[in-house]
């Protein structure tokens, strides 16, 4: 069986669970601690990050951009008959979620209001580009079915989800057909099967504790926002 070697709250080991998820592929995760990295995970992680997968021939894989393309190459597409091109769009907006990840926990790990500000601001005009891309009439990004993209863009939103229930502030304030994506990714089947039963606890303990974040409904509402009401 595939093994995912992880860090419980990472959102690029998100992405590889959901891709395997989606396509109903079995697989199991090992935990380690990245504060104290063991030597057999240095070993096998050439660059001494998780993702990695470790496949039933012995190979080991490593970036979670490079498994993506395995899982697809491997198991087949989400999707079947897409273009080329549309192939490459997908994975330019796939990119663009990914390579926000760490701007989002950079943003959720803010200790003062200003830098918390400054660095949401930014991530939710990333956010707003992404919500003049999406289509009213469908569920997710492109039409009714998940998507690579969908699966890109999951670990941003989930973890968004997470921080409006439990502080005052809302990404996506304001962004209506953003919400509606979220809302629709998250009330999909493959959600809890990629991540940890605890993932929500855990989340909060790094991210809502000691954090601008923490301050819970001492946050503001309206930051990113045109308005204290738009938020639902």
Not at 89 to 108: E, F, I, N, P, V
Not at 169 to 178: A, I, N, Q, S, T
């Amino acid at each position: 069986m595939i093994k995912i070697i992880s860090f419980k709250i990472c959102p690029f080991v998100q992405r590889v669970t959901g891709a395997l998820a989606a396509k109903n592929i079995p697989f199991e995760v090992e935990y380690i601690n990245l504060k104290e990295k063991p030597q057999w995970f240095l070993d096998i992680s050439p660059n001494g990050q998780v993702p990695v997968m470790s496949l039933p021939s012995g190979t080991v894989l490593f970036e979670s951009d490079a498994i993506i393309e395995f899982i697809e190459d491997e198991y087949g597409p989400l999707e079947q008959g897409v273009s080329n091109e549309q192939r490459a769009l997908d994975r330019a907006w796939s990119y663009l979620g990914s390579k926000h990840y760490m701007a989002q926990c950079g943003t959720m790990s803010s200790q003062g209001q200003d830098t918390f500000k400054q660095r949401a601001e930014k991530l939710i005009k990333v956010f707003a580009r992404v919500e003049k891309q999406l289509a009213s009439e469908t569920r997710f990004f492109k039409s009714d079915h998940l998507s690579q993209v969908d699966i890109a863009w999951l670990p941003l939103l989930h973890r968004a989800a997470i921080v409006k229930t439990h502080t005052n502030f809302d990404f996506l304030c304001g962004l209506p057909k953003m919400q509606a994506w979220q809302n629709a990714l998250l009330q999909t089947d493959i959600l809890q099967s990629t991540v940890s039963e605890d993932f929500e606890q855990r989340f909060k303990d790094f991210y809502l504790t000691g954090t601008y974040l923490a301050q819970g409904e001492d946050v503001p509402q309206g930051i990113g926002c045109d308005s204290n009401t738009c938020c639902v």
